[in-house]
């Protein structure tokens, strides 16, 4: 069964501190892709652990604030949120 949990970060909060933390706990794993910081407000990263009988996946999503002055930054809390997914399954 899947399971996703959420944060509140601060809005400073930058994207390569949220992914090097969470890579340095999955420390064996395998990222999934490139986790470069885009620039854009909604950036991702995966990892996984291709175990033969119980391989697991994490991908953390890390959405961030809008620039102020952005058309929709009034629908935006001043916050950055992370959220972290993990489940059994492949880097498909």
């Known amino acids: 069964m899947p399971e996703v ?9 930058a994207w390569d501190q949220v992914r090097s933390g969470v890579a340095g706990l999955l420390d064996a794993w395998q990222q999934v892709g490139d986790c470069v ?30 620039e102020p002055g952005d058309t929709d930054a009034y629908a935006w809390p001043d916050n950055t949120f992370l959220a972290i997914g993990s489940s059994r399954g492949t880097n498909r």
């Not at 949990?5 to 909060?13: G, I, N, S």
């Not at 910081?37 to 991908?59: A, H, K, Y």
């Open 37 to 66: 910081d885009t620039g854009e407000r909604r950036i991702q990263c995966s990892w996984s652990e291709p175990t033969r009988w119980w391989p697991r996946l994490v991908r953390i999503v890390f959405l961030r604030p809008a």
């Open 5 to 13: 949990e959420t944060y509140v970060l601060p809005p400073a909060t």
